[in-house]
């Protein structure tokens, strides 16, 4: 008889085989008897999270448009990965995102990407991003931001005037321009922080600074497919990467200034920071009733550069595709409707106060088009997943009654961006159109650009005013001034979502010339 001695097997094939048996295991678990095992979706997103890695970072930020295929595929609930569950039902919407008093938390794998979990968009818990909420949220309410609309106003007027000095000169890229005012430095920076360092008026804008914001940004969002790395790069001092990378060099050059300024106000001592002239928010965070071990250096430096990065390309990206759009060959008719809507409510643009919020934001056609900007521009693309820690929720497909259980704990989102080109919702949702929120009111209902409930933007009020304030003043006064330059609608279709949206590879950007 042939006896077989299982210790002579080579040490590197028992490994194999474990390794292959456990591969096997995970993958008949995570179909068969995972507690999302009922939920409809492709079995091998259900198995491995290499489906979309293979779209998101092989395709560039394709995965978005998959799931939007899945769901014709699949229906309106499906299974995206071994974890997560994505929704395309509007109705379902308050149930994820508006809850009151019901815990929803934000998944640690995809926020933990750059090392911000000190900040409040970066807390995946439900209690401890309320505490870190409540310090800030006067700070960016409604009457806050009306009472520093002089501010906002002022860097609006800042801006214009300057598109009025390139009269005749070179083309220039209209988002470099708007994140200019909207960013750190300028808009951003002087609401929050009380200085500015006058991007405005660098020569086209500082175009590098954008740029090399929406790459930091881009990468980042891949990072959670390598938290290893992440951590690992996050263990090397960033003036060391620095001089390798203009990306991390701007980061922390940034870095350096918000911590500065920072540890300023808190050696200014707590009389100081109650009596300030134009309180900051790290003035609102010291002062606030946040436990002293929320007060340390490290995270108010965290909770400036989270602002800071969302106070700018979202609201400047927006803004981008409005101009567009307004200027575009064929939109003749949408921008006449707002010019006049303009002349008529501002009959003379110079007066003190003519740019008030309150009357702009009543104004319907503007109104119409700020609400078209944010549904083509989504300011975000990247899914916002909430969880719910402790409880089931239910899931009833509409069309065939089924009912899904999401068991607590499970990563669910509904994307913004899939809403805003849902032809349920929008029809032609690839068209420019103001006019629909004019006809049907009650499409605002399925305007998220913002999102809603706990974690909404908390800068939604500042972004408003801005987006109103610039809107109406350059086409108020300066519409016949500028035209398109070598653009074209491939510049403002979204074609990748890399956290921020991101257009075809080769754009030149929306490029305005300011005619003579
Ligand atoms: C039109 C422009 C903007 C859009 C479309 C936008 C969109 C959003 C969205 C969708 C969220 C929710 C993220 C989530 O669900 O997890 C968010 C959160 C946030 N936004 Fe905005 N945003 C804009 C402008 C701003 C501005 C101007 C600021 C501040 C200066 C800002 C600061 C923040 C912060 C700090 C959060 C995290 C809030 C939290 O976790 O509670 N955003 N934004």
Request: hydrophobic letters at 40%; glycine letters at 4%.
């Amino acid at each position: 008889m042939i006896s077989f001695d299982p210790t002579t097997i080579p040490l590197h094939i028992v490994l194999a085989v474990v390794a292959v048996a456990y591969l096997i295991a995970l993958a008949v678990y995570r179909l068969w008897f995972s507690p999302l095992s009922h939920v409809p979706g492709p079995k091998l997103a259900a198995i491995t999270l290499w489906y979309e890695f293979y779209y998101d970072c092989v395709l560039r930020g394709q995965y978005i448009f998959k799931i939007e295929q899945l769901h014709r595929q699949y229906g309106p609930i499906l299974r995206i990965n071994p974890w997560e569950i994505h929704i395309s039902d509007i109705e379902f919407y308050d149930e994820v995102y508006a809850v009151s008093n019901r815990k929803r938390e934000r998944w640690a794998w995809n926020i933990a990407p750059g090392g911000f979990i000190g900040s409040m968009g970066g807390t995946a818990d439900h209690d401890l991003h309320r505490v870190r909420r409540s310090a800030l949220a006067p700070f960016f309410s409604k009457s806050s931001t009306r009472k520093l609309q002089h501010i906002i106003d002022g860097r609006v007027q800042f801006l214009v005037a300057s598109f009025q000095r390139r009269k005749g000169d070179e083309p220039f890229d209209i988002k470099h321009a708007f994140a200019a005012l909207t960013n750190a430095t300028d808009l951003v920076m002087e609401y929050t922080f009380g200085y500015n360092v006058n991007r405005v008026s660098h020569k086209n804008y500082d175009p590098k600074f954008h740029d090399n914001f929406v790459a930091g940004l881009s990468k980042m969002s891949l990072l959670r497919h390598f938290p290893w790395l992440d951590r690992c790069a996050r263990t090397i001092p960033p003036h060391l990467l620095a001089p390798f990378s203009p990306v991390v060099a701007q980061f922390w050059k940034e870095k350096i200034a918000i911590t500065t300024q920072a540890r300023e106000v808190m050696e200014a001592g707590a009389d100081a920071i109650e009596t300030a002239d134009h309180r900051t928010i790290y003035h609102d965070i010291l002062s606030s009733k946040l436990p002293p071990e929320e007060k340390n250096l490290e995270r108010l430096a965290q909770e400036a550069q989270i602002l800071l990065s969302a106070g700018t390309l979202a609201t400047s990206w927006i803004m981008t595709v409005g101009c567009y759009h307004l200027l575009a060959p064929g939109n003749a008719e949408y921008l006449n409707k707002l010019h006049s809507e303009l002349r008529d409510a501002i009959p003379d643009p110079l007066a003190e106060n003519a740019f008030e919020l309150t009357k702009l934001e009543q104004l319907p056609y503007l109104t119409a088009c700020v609400n078209e900007m944010m549904r083509l521009g989504n300011g975000t693309t990247t899914r916002l997943q909430r969880i719910a820690p402790s409880e089931t929720l239910i899931f009833t497909s509409r069309k065939t009654k089924k009912i899904y259980p999401i068991p607590p704990g499970t990563p669910i989102s509904i994307s913004n961006f899939l809403v805003h080109r849902n032809p349920d919702y929008f029809s032609e949702p690839s068209k420019f159109n103001p006019d629909r929120w004019i006809e049907n009111p009650k499409l605002t209902k399925y305007l998220v650009a913002f999102s809603k409930g706990t974690r909404q933007c908390i800068g939604m009020h500042l972004a408003n005013a801005e987006m109103y304030l610039t809107i109406a003043r350059l086409f108020r006064n300066y519409v016949s001034l500028l035209e398109l330059y070598d653009t074209t609608e491939q510049d403002v279709i979204i074609v990748a979502d890399l956290l921020v949206p991101a257009v075809f590879k080769e754009s030149k950007g929306v490029r305005l010339r300011v005619v003579s």
